[in-house]
């Protein structure tokens, strides 16, 4: 498998500097001369990896190295899916072909590493965040209690759609332009206190949360502390992956609860890729938690 890393790696490194406008149209991507220039040197990158590879027995720091370089990648690749003047659907499928790739060399790296290299049928990941917010328990509470307004902080979901008093369906953004979506039920519900939730079975995703709401010292507000735990699609591989690409639970937690902070105590929520539900949605999402706990 390194070997045929390495070779992919120099083929790929040979095209992107040879023909950096080429690359880019089959990618989708701006032929602009700054991205030409990029593409040149990833391809330099490329190259250097595959060299490295294939000139080592045990090339375990040069298979990372290309993990490291698919994180970047992927990291590019991103923000060209959100860029003007490129052709969505062909990144969106480089994205999908460079994730592929990532998974590959983590597992080459991790046989290399001494690992076995073998998917774990269910790799847990789990994050945990506290923020102190100046609001009331109650409020707090009774935003996280809509479920619909969810998406309004988490930049991870598309939308969350209640089905019942305690059950909801739920839809996720993933890995270039897919979704992964889930059904989850509330298992524990403390008015102003707890909520705990837990997808239920057939779901794409096996997750389980639990948020509380304690009154902070001195009258300060409310200490908002979260939980979550899922199981990472495509096992340990997937987990690694997920960490090196920026997904990890803790950051993504951590930055959920910042735009919470911002949407109760300001009414405004920053994001780099804009809201897009505006004021209006924020507006509505404030009404809802100013009213009283029924």
Known sequence: ????????????????????????????????????????AMGIRE?????GILSRRRPTGWLWARVMGDAIDVTLLGAALRAKGNRRS??????????????????????????????????????????????PPEEAYRLWRDLESLAVFMDHLESVRTTGERQSHWVAHGPAGTTVEWDAEIVEDVPGELIAWRSLEGSDVDNAGRVRFVPAAKGRGTEVSVEVRYAAPGGAVGA????????EPSQQVKD?????KQVLETGEVVRSDGNPGGTRALGQVRQRAAQPVG
Request: aromatic share 2%.
């Open 1 to 40: 498998m390194a070997s045929t890393l390495g070779w992919f790696s120099t083929g790929l490194g040979l095209a992107q500097v040879a023909a950096p406008a080429a690359v880019n149209r089959l990618a989708g991507l701006d032929d602009s001369g700054a991205r030409r220039a990029l593409m040149r």
């Open 90 to 135: 062909r990144v969106a499928m480089a994205t999908a072909a460079v994730v592929g790739v990532t998974l590959l060399d983590v597992v080459a790296s991790t046989r290399t590493s001494g690992g076995d290299g073998r998917v774990a049928e269910d790799e847990p990941m789990e994050g945990k965040a506290i923020t102190t917010i100046n609001v």
């Open 47 to 51: 190259l250097a990896s595959g060299v």
């Open 240 to 247: 690694t992956v997920a960490k090196l690409l920026g997904e």
């Open 256 to 260: 959920d609860l910042r735009r919470l």
